[in-house]
């Protein structure tokens, strides 16, 4: 397997080197490290959990690696295959030496080398693949997140309200009028918009990761409907017999049209809890204290900041 080069943020004496590299040899052994004058060799494909053990073990060993990790708010996943291709995606760009990813929260931590890895890069990538990647920054409020969370909401809403509604008379002339001439033709038109309009956002992410040869769950529902919708015209459109209703020919639009609204409804559904989980999660860090009462050398007690803690201290 490859390994990533990675530098020493400073310089680093032979002597100094050689008496912790000879200390860390077991360690270094485990996790197949080698040292240099310059920076470490690790081997590719260490996982995050790993690197990160790697740069505290060598930092508490006096050796600091230019290696920097970022956080990032990640958009456009719709499932857990999703977070798959985004984290393969990002790790396999120049710099990145480490990631991991949490399609729950659809949160994205990234080791890097700082004079290699090209975020710009990374994000434009992405974003040809119907993703996109965003720093997240502790210092801002919630309330942007909150309010485009709400846009995203109000827009599934909507697009699952449409398409339910639209197929309530597709399923009674599927059920109910399979004998009609005129009902291939009116589930035609009727699952159309379904298909096409409201559940295009599969059909565009399902293309851009073919180009980039990946696959998701899109892939799966864009095959299936424009298979199902394709036989259905053609049903209609080959010449061949007398009669035209859904007892005659098969015709599969209802079928395609329902798996795209309940998919919707279920997209809906399911970013609606995962804002409720991250509103309740951010309200019960709201209750973090921001002073706390440390005591001092004569017992006394002093009010003091958060950020004056230091280890050691009684609180």
């Not at 009902?183 to 073919?210: D, E």
């Not at 061949?240 to 809906?268: C, N």
Request: charged share 20%.
């Amino acid at each position: 397997m490859n390994s990533i080069f990675i530098p020493w943020k400073n310089n680093i004496r032979k002597n100094d080197l050689d008496r912790i590299s000879s200390g860390l040899s077991d360690f270094a052994s485990k996790f197949q490290l080698k040292f240099h004058l310059n920076g470490v060799s690790i081997e590719a494909g260490q996982s995050f959990d790993q690197i990160s053990l790697i740069r505290k073990t060598l930092e508490a060993a006096g050796l600091s690696m230019e290696l920097e990790a970022k956080e990032f708010k990640v958009e456009g996943m719709s499932c857990a295959n999703c977070a798959v291709s985004v984290d393969s995606i990002v790790r396999g760009q120049e710099g990145i030496v480490a990631s991991t990813l949490n399609y729950a929260n659809a949160q994205l931590w990234v080791y890097f080398i700082p004079s290699l890895a090209k975020f710009g890069a990374i994000k434009l990538l992405l974003q040809k693949a119907e993703y996109d990647i965003q720093e997240s920054d502790a210092t801002n409020s919630f309330e942007a997140e909150d309010a485009k969370a709400a846009l995203i909401l109000n827009k599934l809403k909507w697009r699952a309200i449409l398409a339910l509604v639209l197929c309530i008379p597709i399923i009674l002339l599927g059920m109910f009028f399979m004998d009609w001439s005129f009902t291939p033709y009116l589930l035609w038109g009727l699952s159309s918009p379904i298909i096409f309009g409201l559940g295009n956002s599969y059909f565009i992410k399902a293309w851009n990761l073919l180009r980039l040869k990946r696959v998701s769950m899109d892939t799966l529902v864009s095959v299936s409907s424009i298979v199902a919708y394709v036989t259905s015209v053609l049903n209609i459109c080959i010449p061949g017999q007398a009669t035209m209703d859904m007892t005659s020919r098969p015709i599969y639009f209802e079928s395609a049209a329902v798996v795209i609204a309940f998919l919707l409804l279920g997209k809906w559904l399911e970013e609606k809890t995962k804002a409720k989980t991250g509103a309740a999660i951010r309200n019960l860090m709201s209750l973090h204290p921001d002073r706390v009462m440390r005591e001092i050398n004569s017992g006394a007690l002093e009010e003091i900041s958060i950020s004056e803690v230091k280890v050691g201290d009684l609180l």
